[in-house]
């Protein structure tokens, strides 16, 4: 067995004296782990740092092997990561979410290139917080828990959506919210796309995405706690405001 | 091989475990200290059998000695005020190896990680900013490993530490005899952008 694909390393475990274990997000074979022999040596544990895009070669006997990798690099993204609080804690919260809740050896070939494309966007620190509420969003989506914000679920409007329902995930309004309207989260606009999306209107749509996260997302995982790493993040976000 | 080896072979496959070593270089090391009995074996065996009673880690900073106190954080020339944050024992050896710095040090014994479940309960974070009070510390060094790991423990502390205590970071770039064409791309981004006037 044989593919050659690109990734985004997520993690890297030590195997050995000299070799690694990486978890990588591929672009058509999904998240997939294998071994790089030689992956801890002083040349190669510079690249696999987590966020680094690699050009990879798989081999193994047989598919349901673990197999070893070949990996070159094409990106670093280690020293935009180390470029400030916000850039290191966000990478953090995007490689750790990647390797709790994405199935191994199921190809996002979408997931990736947003994934890639938030990467990229890692030194501007201004607009990274919406780039990321986004991805959260499109992650909730690709993995069957997507939100559904067009119109309210209860009266089918476009007008005045102001609320998410926790347990269905779609919009309502506020006069479908009636007198439920404390037990709904908030809808933000920034989460629709509209608005100049403030900061604080960020945080409070990451609050939203956070619930689905943990309730849906991790419920379905066997209820494993969502990795510190992204209330992390959005601890160092907030102090920013 | 015959019974009468089973403790050679036992002491074999001990030192295969050793770092560096497998069980063909463990063979050869065994078979040279049988060779330099005198010599070698029986003051490495007793050195062994004192080191494995006495060796523990300092109550202060981690560092690994025979006594509860260890001799950096008992001597009164170290108290600089300047403390040294370090991931490891081995890091704590580097430096000292150097014999640069004349402060003392703290050793986290790890850094934080998610993939590991190791928070900041689990390193020594909390005697760290203990010890910033108690030892009157006015400068801390965080030489950490320019690992997203290590980097991530060393934003964590100066969160911690911000506005108590002058915080500094070693400097990233290129290694002394380094050459440019074998350096990867992260390092030398990291040096141009820490470039320093001539």
């Known amino acids: 067995m044989e593919w050659r694909d690109h990734g985004i390393l997520l993690t890297t475990r030590r195997h050995g004296e000299t070799g690694a274990i990486i978890d990588v997000l591929t672009q058509d074979h999904g998240r997939h782990a294998g071994i790089v022999r030689g992956g801890a040596s002083r040349k190669m544990a510079p690249i696999l740092q987590p966020g680094a895009q690699l050009d990879l070669i798989w081999r193994a006997r047989l598919e349901d092997h673990l197999g070893s990798y070949q990996a070159e690099p094409l990106r670093s993204r280690a020293v935009s990561a180390f470029s400030g609080r916000l850039a290191l804690s966000g990478l953090n919260a995007v ?17 990736y290139k947003r994934t890639e494309q938030l990467l990229d966007l890692l030194e501007q620190e201004e ?6 509420l986004r991805w959260e969003v499109a992650l909730l989506d690709e993995l069957g828990f997507g939100l559904d914000l067009d119109r309210c679920a209860v009266t089918g409007t476009r007008e005045g959506l ?14 479908g919210a009636g ?12 989460l629709r796309g509209e608005g100049s999306a403030p900061d604080e209107e960020v945080v409070l749509a990451l609050k939203t995405t956070g619930y689905f996260l943990d309730t849906k997302l991790a419920k379905s995982l066997g209820n494993r706690p969502v990795p510190d790493a992204r209330s992390r993040f959005i601890d160092t976000f907030t102090r920013r405001i | 091989m015959s019974g009468s080896t089973d403790d050679i072979e036992t002491l074999i496959d001990l030192m295969a475990k050793l770092p560096g070593l497998g069980p063909r270089s463990a063979r050869r090391a065994v078979l040279h200290l049988i060779r330099k009995r005198s010599l070698l074996l029986s003051p490495l065996s007793d050195m062994m059998s004192r080191v494995a009673v006495s060796a523990r880690e300092c109550l202060n900073c981690g560092n690994i000695g025979t006594s509860d106190i260890c001799d950096i ?7 600089t005020g300047e403390l040294c944050v370090v991931e490891d024992v081995a890091d704590l050896w580097a430096m000292e190896r150097s014999g640069v710095f004349k402060g003392r040090y703290h050793v986290l014994g790890g850094t934080l990680s998610a993939l590991d479940a190791v928070g900041p309960e689990e390193l020594r974070i909390p005697r760290l900013l203990d010890r910033v009070v108690s030892e009157e510390i006015t400068e801390v060094i965080l030489a950490l490993n320019a690992t997203v790991d290590g980097q991530t423990t060393a934003h964590y502390i100066a969160d911690q530490l911000q506005g108590r205590v002058k915080l500094t970071s070693l400097a990233q770039g290129v290694p002394i005899g380094g050459e440019l064409d074998y350096l990867d791309d992260g390092t030398i981004t990291a040096a141009l952008r820490a470039r320093k006037e001539l």
């Open chain 2, 73 to 79: 954080c008992e001597s009164e020339k170290r108290a």
């Open chain 1, 179 to 190: 007198e439920w309207a404390d037990r709904l989260l908030p809808l933000p606009p920034v």
């Open chain 1, 95 to 111: 490689t750790a979410l990647l390797s709790f809740a994405v199935p191994e050896r199921e190809p996002h070939p979408d997931l």
């Open chain 1, 162 to 175: 102001i609320y998410v329902s926790p347990k269905s995930g779609r919009a309502v309004s506020r006069e």
């Open chain 1, 127 to 132: 607009i990274w917080p919406l780039a990321y």
